[in-house]
């Protein structure tokens, strides 16, 4: 607005509980607009230049050039993450349709990944329209993403699943990066980082609220969320954040899935 006398950034962030630790001290932050979206919504706002930063899919940072991300941060797992799950109703090296959940980007790629590094298989994917549920499609197995996967996941105890995270992690040694305060081209960060550094300190402190508020929506047990955000994700990233994103590029590029080439800088 040219009439505005605020600086203005435009923030993306996702819908899920997995946010909360590093986006909700955004939320009135003078002149920093924030929305939450799905993250395939997300990228495609980015790239339009309709959001300047968003909390969204790692592999984006491979597939057009140009990004920065904010170093330290980001959504990771170091082990299992309950919500970002391959809902099997095959054994893995028998998986031959697997059904994608249209709001993932790189979750989508790091089961490609893992399917075939871990168990030998490059099936068929398959991505169900925006909005449309992957386990009503005809596939031997869904990957789900986000609340609705930790509710799946923690709800119905008998759905066997493989946790990419989980796989990753022994394939590598390495965290697993979901995602990036990603910075599109062009856009100054420097006044505005303060706060995404000062938002992360605020989710530090009120992980566990979240952690509760969202077991009640979502009609789980708050032992079940705390875990889950507590001790299975990771928010904070050392320099093994840089070194798992070069490691997924090369292990995604190999099987087509980004550039082989880019290498954005991390915003210290
Ligand atoms: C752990 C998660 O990480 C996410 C997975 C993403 C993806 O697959 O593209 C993108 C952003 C994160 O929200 C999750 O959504 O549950």
Known sequence: MDDDPEPRLRVGSVPYLVGRPLDAGLERVPGLVLRRAIPAELVADLRSGALDVALVSSIELFRRPGYRWIGGLGVLGDGPVSSVQLFLRRPPAELERVALDPASRT??????????QAHGVRPEFVEVEPGADPREAT???????????????????DLESLDPSLEWKRLTGLPFPFAAWIVRPGIDLAPWLAHFRASRDLGRREAGSFADRAAEGLGLSRDDCRHYLLEECRFDADDRMAQAL???????AAIGQ????????AIA
């Open 107 to 116: 979750s989508a790629v790091l089961a490609r990944i893992v399917l075939a």
């Open 139 to 157: 596939a031997d197995a869904w990957l789900r993403i986000g609340d609705a996967a930790l509710r799946e996941r923690l709800s119905e105890p």
């Open 246 to 252: 070069v490691r997924f590029r090369d292990l995604a």
């Open 258 to 265: 980004c550039e082989p080439d880019l290498t954005p800088t």
